[in-house]
Antibody, heavy 126, light 110 residues
Framework: EVQLVESGGGLVKPGGSLRLSCAAS????????MSWVRQAPGKGLEWVGH??????????GYAAPVKGRFTISRDDSKRMLYLQMDSLRTEDTAVYYC?????????????????WGKGTSVTVSS | QSVLTQPPSVSAAPRQKVTISCSGG????????VSWYRQLPGTAPKVLIY???KRPSGIPDRFSGSKSGASATLDITGLQTGDEADYYC???????????FGGGTKLTVL
């Protein structure tokens, strides 16, 4: 069974930094594409960004609101995914979920979040 | 404002059927597949449907999805009180180069 466990959330002041971690088990982590998805209090889901497997280039992609401030990285030897968050704003307050992703071509290209962690809470406030 | 549009809420009686809609455009749903997620209160989302109409193992056939043009629908039959949750659609968006979600639909089983 695939399990994802996020950690590193907490309270941080605007302009500060925080690094989230996600420990993965039950899968061949090095083959996995991974994403971070967040959910502000009482709001819907928002994709933060992803990292592809190294075999697929290891490239990252980010949503516009976080581009240039957040960095996603992975350590396949430790089966860990990271989200480095800099220049944090109050609007970054959310529960952050780590996910494994599936992407492929059927009749159309599909991309979806397969397994989700339980999330870690980040509060940006002075 | 979400890229994909869902109704904020739907409701139906137990054992009845409900349909949740999701509309987008040419940069997402019209040319890419749709996935559906359910989020029970206080828990993480879980995928119900991927590639428009496919169910992951363990998802009952009460849940079905379809796509037509730039819109998609999730049908839930034989409603149970345990189906009360928020439901989200998602797709890849080629213009944004990002995964996009609908704003979510709260299902109430009366």
């Amino acid at each position: 069974e695939v399990q994802l466990v996020e950690s590193g959330g907490g309270l941080v002041k605007p302009g500060g930094s925080l690094r989230l971690s996600c420990a993965a088990s039950g899968l061949t982590f090095s083959d996995a594409w991974m994403s971070w998805v967040r959910q502000a209090p009482g709001k819907g889901l928002e994709w933060v960004g992803h990292v592809k497997s190294k075999a697929d280039g290891g490239t990252t992609g980010y949503a516009a609101p976080v581009k240039g401030r957040f960095t996603i990285s992975r350590d396949d030897s430790k089966r860990m995914l990271y989200l480095q968050m800099d220049s944090l704003r109050t609007e970054d307050t959310a529960v952050y979920y780590c996910t494994t992703d599936r992407a492929d071509y059927g009749r159309w290209y599909y991309y979806y979040m397969d397994v989700w962690g339980k999330g870690t809470s980040v509060t940006v406030s002075s | 404002q979400s890229v994909l549009t869902q109704p904020p809420s739907v409701s139906a009686a137990p054992r009845q059927k409900v349909t949740i809609s999701c509309s987008g455009g040419s940069s997402n749903i019209e040319n890419y597949s749709v996935s559906w997620y359910r989020q029970l209160p206080g828990t993480a989302p879980k995928v119900l449907i991927y590639d428009n109409d496919k169910r992951p193992s363990g998802i009952p056939d009460r849940f079905s999805g379809s796509k037509s043009g730039a819109s998609a629908t999730l049908d839930i039959t034989g409603l149970q009180t345990g189906d009360e949750a928020d439901y989200y659609c998602g797709s890849w968006d080629d213009s944004l180069r990002a995964v996009v979600f609908g704003g979510g639909t709260k299902l109430t089983v009366l």
